[in-house]
Nanobody, 131 residues
Framework: VQLQASGGGLVQAGGSLRLSCAASGFSFDDYAIGWFRQAPGKEREGVSCVRSNDDSTYYADSVKGRFTISADNAKNTVYLQMSSLKPEDTAVYYC?????????????????????????WGQGTQVTVSS
């Protein structure tokens, strides 16, 4: 299993960015892919997750209504469209995978707990939102 996140950059508050997570070495049907972020001095936290076998999507309250996750099974890629960005969204963003059958249990926990259940972390991509 390999994951590679990309698409980060510097953007002004209120702007948009689209992150991509390119995946290889596993079947999208068996796994869910999540996006996470880690700001300096803070713990890694869950942002969003998609289970492509049934198109279920999940969001942390902090990004609900501003971020949209989607999966392109043909390209083995998951996207995170981020809009109305705020300075507090500044962080390194990562993607990782978890078994599809346990995603609902994971999403019932707080976003700070999501990382415990995910693995095969890719290299992150820096997102910086200026005020």
């Amino acid at each position: 299993v390999q994951l590679q996140a990309s698409g980060g950059g510097l953007v002004q508050a209120g702007g948009s960015l689209r992150l991509s997570c390119a995946a290889s070495g596993f079947s999208f049907d068996d796994y869910a892919i999540g996006w996470f972020r880690q700001a300096p001095g803070k713990e890694r936290e869950g942002v969003s997750c998609v289970r492509s076998n049934d198109d279920s999507t999940y969001y942390a309250d902090s990004v609900k209504g501003r971020f949209t996750i989607s999966a392109d099974n043909a390209k083995n890629t998951v996207y995170l469209q981020m809009s109305s960005l705020k300075p507090e969204d500044t962080a390194v963003y990562y993607c990782a995978v978890a078994r599809s059958e346990i995603v609902e249990l994971i999403m019932a926990t707080t976003p700070n707990a999501w990382p415990t259940w995910f693995g095969s972390w890719g290299q992150g991509t820096q997102v910086t939102v200026s005020s």
